[in-house]
């Protein structure tokens, strides 16, 4: 008998592609050179498109991701990361993260208010009314203008170390009462007040040195502080020296686009330029000395918080040494009672001795000698534990 075969035909599985994740939005808002403000829910790749910056870069205002406090200067933008303030600053516009923010409400508000260059001018002319001499200033052209993206980081900068001052003295308000509240009367409730502060002050010591060290580290280096010149760099990169053929391809590898950009900048400015970072840098010392001094002040509370914790701890080991002191003499006084009721249990004893009967002088001796041997022992006691420091004398 032939043995039947039959073919199954194979039904192809056509595989689902699995749905293309979209990227989650975040809300920003531009706030331009003329003041406008516009709330923008987009991605990252939105952003990364529309200002030319890295992913990596973009990173850094991840508020998931801990990064220390930064500043970080680009060939077309500032990366700024300082603590609440996530803001990316161009020579146009200034992308601020997380508007809606109650730290944040203040800082978009003071921008708009601030990064206008009509409000500077109707400044300088009211000057210029009261004192005619400014004219001669003011007609230096674009030298004495401040840049936008300076107004830009004068404003984070001034909010950052106004808030951080803030927090400061909030502090030093409600730790000195405290403190002195906790000399005074030392109970536990003082005590887990005083916990809560110095927590407090502990997170804030944490928090403002960052932001020195960040401002210190761009004092020191005039390379960095000469990146964040964007205003410089985009007229640079508009002459005829720079090229306006140069492609975006740059962006694609840090290391070669900081080179080039480098390398253009260094042939499209002049010596000049490159030295002129005086501006910049007048305006980070002055902040700078300003989060210096928080910083102080916060040194200064820690150090009074350790003092009174050892003034503290002094009069604890007094009470405790006075308990150990009573404790001490209770100890001692029981021996000397255990003495005497051992002397009566014995003469107590019902039992017949000869030397009882017609000896009445006996007690009294007895009583005295029993009373001399206590007190020796209690003095010696109390000898040997001065002796030794476990009680004051």
């Not at 531009?30 to 952003?47: C, N, P, R, T």
């Not at 406090?69 to 146009?92: D, M, P, Q, W, Y």
Request: negative net charge; contains cysteine; glycine residues 4%.
């Amino acid at each position: 008998m032939a043995r039947v075969v039959y073919l199954v035909p194979v039904v192809e599985t056509q595989v689902a592609s699995p749905k293309k994740k979209t990227a989650v939005t975040t809300s920003w808002v531009s706030i331009h050179a003329k003041g406008q403000g516009v709330i923008l829910d987009v991605d990252k790749y939105a952003i990364m498109r529309r200002i030319q910056i890295h992913a990596r870069d973009l990173r850094i205002l991840d508020p998931m991701l801990s990064r220390p406090s930064t500043i970080l200067g680009r060939e077309k933008v500032i990366v700024l990361n300082l603590e609440h303030i996530k803001a990316i600053i161009t020579a146009k516009e200034v992308l601020l993260r997380d508007p809606f923010d109650d730290n944040v409400i203040p800082i978009v508000a003071e921008l708009k208010r601030r990064l206008p260059q009509d409000n500077l001018t109707c400044q300088g002319q009211g000057e210029e009314e009261e004192h005619p001499g400014v004219r001669n200033d003011m007609d230096n052209g674009e030298e004495n203008e401040f840049p936008f993206e300076f107004r830009a980081l004068e404003v984070a900068l001034e909010a950052i170390c106004s808030f951080l001052d803030a927090r400061t003295r909030e502090l030093e308000t409600d730790t000195f009462p405290a403190l002195d509240e906790l000399i005074s009367k030392i109970s536990s409730c003082n005590w887990d007040w005083v916990r809560k502060l110095k927590s407090a002050m502990t997170m804030l010591i944490n928090r403002v040195p960052k932001v020195r060290d960040e401002l210190e580290q761009l004092l020191d280096d005039d390379d960095d502080m000469a990146d964040l010149y964007l205003s410089r760099k985009l007229a640079g990169a508009t002459s005829p020296v720079s090229g306006s053929d140069a492609p975006n391809w740059y962006l694609s590898s840090p290391t070669i686009g900081s080179k080039i950009s480098r390398t253009s900048r260094a042939s499209a400015v002049t010596v000049q330029e490159d030295s002129d970072i005086e501006e910049l840098e007048m305006l980070l010392e002055a902040y700078f000395m300003q989060i210096d001094s928080t910083l102080n002040k916060l040194n200064t509370l820690r150090e009074y918080i350790d003092d009174t914790e050892d003034y503290i701890n002094i009069q604890l080991d007094n009470h405790r040494n006075q308990l150990i002191q009573l404790g001490l003499f209770l100890s001692a006084g029981t021996v000397c009672l255990s003495i005497y009721s051992l002397v009566a249990a014995m003469f107590g004893m019902n039992i017949p001795y000869t030397w009882k009967e017609g000896h009445g002088y006996m007690f009294k001796w007895v009583v005295t000698l029993t009373g001399i041997l206590c007190i020796s022992t209690f003095t010696s006691i109390i000898s040997y534990a001065r002796h030794n420091g476990l009680v004051g004398s």
